[in-house]
């Protein structure tokens, strides 16, 4: 790294599976950087704690690795510090030469119809976030005192919300979900759970094993209409010019378990296609008592890929709770150009650029979800980090960076320690993590999550566990 300075300091902002691949990727290829990353949270590994199902705990082994990422004595992580409220732009480019922002996408998207803000509905995004012991959502209610639920869209949250619902106590006390949220959903009146795609299986977003595994829960009879599940002439078509093993063998399930008879479970789920909530309807005191159904068939569309559309048919299905699993949309970061069609930081293969002329703004980057949208699964994130990566070790080299008047870790440090009362190190988090697994042994789980900002900084003080939060 000739022309690069030396040291390189890197300031990465948000902690999740994205800031995790950029750091390494930095760290292995230049032997001098160093890397801060920052996270509003006490907590590291984004949505790995707060995004993936409770039930998915291989997925969660990735962590490792981050951790291994952590013990670089060129890397320090800041918990607990936000963009934006403790620290700015101005005060970064005092300290660094260059900033990455991996915040994630962290707000959802809306489906714009009727009765979308009736008590009752609720982004599917809040939900995940709640039952995962995000402390910004630890004080949700969701009022699960009805049989039956809709969850709006087939993407793989959609699958997981639904299973969530669908799970019994025991299993739900198996996982690491937020103990506030298993002992909400063990109250749960909730039996029948209806997820609606607005196209036909073979536009299902979700994957192959997820359904799979909805097929095989205990107490749970998966009901899917055979008529629902049959191609149409455009999809079929569609099915044979793309000769996607992977893709044939999900349509194949789907149609396979549509000729399942049900075995009389004490929870159904029913997994709907060609139907598109229309209006959520009122029960006369501001909440949701049931959906009104558009009923759609596929047609041709100038994207060349299929569309939904009504074909005039509508029903209602009853239901007194509704998440809408339409996918996640990226927060703007204040002083940093954001491209508010896709929401996400405007960028150039992970350079930062304005959203109107497309030029460049040296020194400041983006990875992961806040750069690309919400696509994907966690290992998605390594490659598209590495690409963000090389743009700025090449930038480096060529002096395109920031001019920081301090680039030291002792005034970053300082600058730090002074905007924020209270930075948690990873060393903290390794306290906090073990106090965790600890909790967990003792539950008879792989750990009991602290779910609020306040017992964690109280753990750290020495006073309490998880089990207080
Ligand atoms: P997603 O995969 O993009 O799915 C979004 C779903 O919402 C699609 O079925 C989409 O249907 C539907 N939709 C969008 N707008 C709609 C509307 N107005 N009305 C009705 N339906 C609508 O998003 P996601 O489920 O939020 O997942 C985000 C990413 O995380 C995905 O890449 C996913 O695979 C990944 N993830 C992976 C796992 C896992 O590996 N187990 C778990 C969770 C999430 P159309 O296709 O018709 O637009």
Partial sequence: MSGAPNPLRVA???????????????????????????????TPFGLVRHGVAPDHQKIKSVVKGFAAVATSPRFRF??????????????????????????GAQTDRRMNIPGEDLAGSY??????????????YRDEAFDLQTPAAVVVGVGNVAIDVARMLSLEEHELAATDMARHAVAALARSQVRDVYVLGRRGPAQAAFTTPELKELSELSNVDLVIDPAEAALDAL?????????????????????????????????????????????????????????????????????????????????????????????????????????????????????????ETHELVPGLYTAGWIKRGPSGVIGTNKADAVETVHAML???????????????AAAADEYVCRCCARPVSFADWQRLDALEVEAGARAGCPRVKFASVTTMLAALAGEGGPAGN
């Fill in 78 to 103: 800041y918990g607990n510090v936000e963009f934006g409220r403790d620290v700015d732009l101005d005060g970064l480019a005092r300290h660094y030469h260059q900033v990455l922002f991996a915040t």
């Fill in 235 to 355: 999809s079929a078509a569609e099915l044979e010019r793309a000769n996607d093993p992977v893709l044939r063998r999900k349509v194949e399930l789907i149609q396979s378990l549509a000729t399942r008879p049900p075995a009389g479970r004490p929870r159904r789920l029913h997994l709907r296609f060609l139907v598109s909530p229309e209006t959520l309807i009122d029960d006369g005191h501001g909440r949701v008592a049931a959906v009104c159904l558009a009923r759609n068939e596929l047609v041709g569309s100038e994207t060349g890929s299929l569309s939904a559309k009504p074909t005039g048919a509508t029903e209602t299905i009853a239901a007194g709770i509704v998440f809408r699993s339409v996918g996640y949309r990226g927060v703007p970061l204040p002083g940093v150009p954001f491209d508010t069609r896709w929401g996400v930081v405007a960028n150039v293969a992970g350079r930062v650029c304005s959203p």
């Fill in 12 to 42: 990465i902002i948000g902690a999740g599976p994205a800031a995790f691949y950029a750091a390494d990727h930095i760290l292995k290829q230049s032997s001098s950087a160093e890397v801060d990353m920052f996270d509003r949270l006490p």
């Fill in 123 to 136: 982004p599917a995004t809040e939900f995940v976030a709640w039952y995962n012991g995000h402390p910004a």
């Fill in 394 to 408: 090449a930038d480096a080299e060529a002096g395109l960076t920031l001019d920081p008047a301090q680039p030291t």
